[in-house]
């Protein structure tokens, strides 16, 4: 069964660090773009950040550009999202999502993990 | 990158087609086809109906479609069913820089 299962999220303070993980299973893993997509509480879906099949290349939005920065480790099969400088505006249910190819959309996601920033 | 504008909602009646716009610029949606449509019902992960435009997977209603027109693309869902009712996301290539920018978000009601 192919599956992506978050872990990681937490409440921490604003000004803290996180690391979100998320394991692959059911498919070959270092083949794919992988994504992490967020959503605020009742709101829309915003798109964080992106690392191609051999993490060479990475791509952030500019909310997150600079505090956040996105890994894999293949032979893990595994994704990371560290997050610095965290923000109340951060609080939110984190996805990680796989790409179906080359960007034309995101075939396969988990069901997240919750990042609470709160003092 | 601004966001995709959907209409917050849409609703229809069983049995009818409805259509979910999705505008943006010529710098993401008129710029590629690469738009692709994230149906998600309360408390659930989306679930990806449409990609590349035009293209459902494996396992999709064919009663989903897309399309594109200049800088708007568009959901069609026909034969509105009771399970339809969500919430549906845009989301399209917007180029290197920010690769990736979703819509507002559309809630569809069936009546």
């Known amino acids: 069964e192919v599956q992506l299962v978050e872990s990681g999220g937490v409440v921490v303070q604003p000004g803290g660090s996180l690391r979100l993980s998320c394991a692959a299973s059911g498919f070959t893993f270092d083949d794919y773009t992988m994504h992490w997509v967020r959503q605020a509480p009742g709101k829309g879906l915003e798109w964080v950040s992106l690392?191609?099949?051999?993490?060479?290349?990475?791509y952030y939005a500019d909310s997150v550009k600079g505090r956040f920065t996105i890994s894999r480790d293949n032979s893990k099969n595994s994704l990371y999202l560290q997050m610095n400088s965290l923000r109340t505006e951060d609080t939110a249910l984190y996805y990680c999502?796989?790409?179906?190819?080359?960007?034309?959309?995101?075939?396969?996601w988990g069901q997240g993990t919750t990042v609470t920033v709160s003092s | 990158q601004s966001a995709l504008t959907q209409p917050a909602s849409v609703s229809g009646s069983p049995g009818q087609s409805i259509t979910i716009s999705c505008t943006g610029t010529?710098?993401?949606?008129?710029?590629?086809?690469?738009v692709s449509w994230y149906q998600q019902h309360p408390g659930k992960a989306p679930q990806l109906i449409i990609y590349?435009?035009?293209e459902r997977p494996s396992g999709v209603s064919s009663r989903f479609s897309g399309s594109k027109s200049g800088n708007t693309a568009s959901l069609t869902i026909s034969g509105l069913q009771a399970e339809d009712e969500a919430d549906y996301f845009c989301c399209s290539y917007a180029g290197v820089t920010t690769p990736l920018v979703f819509g507002t978000g559309t809630k569809v009601t069936v009546l």
């Open positions: 590349a435009g035009i």
């Open positions: 690392i191609s099949w051999d993490g060479g290349s990475t």
């Open positions: 010529n710098s993401d949606v008129g710029g590629y086809d690469l």
């Open positions: 999502a796989k790409d179906i190819s080359g960007g034309s959309g995101m075939d396969v």
